[in-house]
T-cell receptor, first 114, second 111 residues
Framework: DAGVIQSPRHEVTEMGQEVTLRCKPI?????LFWYRQTMMRGLELLIY????????DSGMPEDRFSAKMPNASFSTLKIQPSEPRDSAVYFC????????????FGQGTRLTVV | GENVEQHPSTLSVQEGDSAVIKCTYS??????FPWYKQELGKGPQLIID?????GEKKDQRIAVTLNKTAKHFSLHITETQPEDSAVYFC??????????FGGGTRLMVKP
């Protein structure tokens, strides 16, 4: 398996623009997570899905952020409108099962909002 | 919610020496404690984990210990090598599959 695949790897956008980050989890995994990594706040869980259903989105910073998982092999994280403080590395991870199992991370998307 | 504190934030050791990274957690219901290694430009990767029914686990040069009473756990790397240089994260999870990560430790192994 190719692992968790994220696209794009890098994204530079202007403030106010819509940004969509994409993730393809490992085939067969039924849990998917979106994390944000910054120097100031470290690794923060934004939202996670189990069997394509959002279970906890309490980490989503504000209404500008939304995430979807239309099927077991694809998820998106959207920021609309984007702001400079959204600049970070966004990771998607997937795991098999629910609890106590290894989370496999993608390579991340480095987002820069200017 | 869960809070995980990790120390030190940076650690520099000589090749061949041991490195120890310590974490504390706040929620006594947490029962799964993985450690991740993140190399530059990559996502975190699991290197070892321990569950609450075990006090210690070892995998070659890496070992983890867990003290449930004190709510702390540690990562021990022996005979460090330059390729061990990376950022290490501890994490704690309770039922519900939500990992809370520590702030990370940047380990530098000097040849």
């Amino acid at each position: 398996d190719a692992g968790v695949i994220q696209s794009p790897r890098h994204e530079v956008t202007e403030m106010g623009q819509e940004v969509t980050l994409r993730c393809k989890p490992i085939s067969g995994h039924n849990s998917l997570f979106w994390y944000r990594q910054t120097m100031m706040r470290g690794l923060e869980l934004l939202i996670y899905f189990n069997n394509n259903v959002p279970i906890d989105d309490s980490g989503m910073p504000e209404d500008r952020f939304s995430a979807k998982m239309p099927n077991a092999s694809f998820s998106t994280l959207k920021i609309q409108p984007s702001e400079p403080r959204d600049s970070a590395v966004y990771f998607c991870a997937s795991s098999l099962g629910f609890g106590g199992t290894e989370a496999f991370f993608g390579q991340g998307t480095r987002l820069t909002v200017v | 919610g869960e809070n995980v504190e990790q120390h030190p934030s940076t650690l520099s050791v000589q090749e061949g020496d041991s490195a120890v990274i310590k974490c504390t957690y706040s929620d006594s219901a947490s029962n799964y404690f993985p450690w991740y290694k993140q190399e530059l430009g990559k996502g975190p990767q699991l290197i070892i984990d321990i569950r609450s029914n075990v006090g210690e686990k070892k995998d070659q040069r890496i070992a983890v210990t867990l003290n449930k009473t004190a709510k702390h756990f540690s990562l021990h790397i022996t005979e460090t090598q330059p390729e061990d240089s990376a950022v290490y994260f501890c994490a704690a999870e309770k039922a519900g599959n939500m990992l809370t990560f520590g702030g990370g430790t940047r380990l530098m192994v000097k040849p």
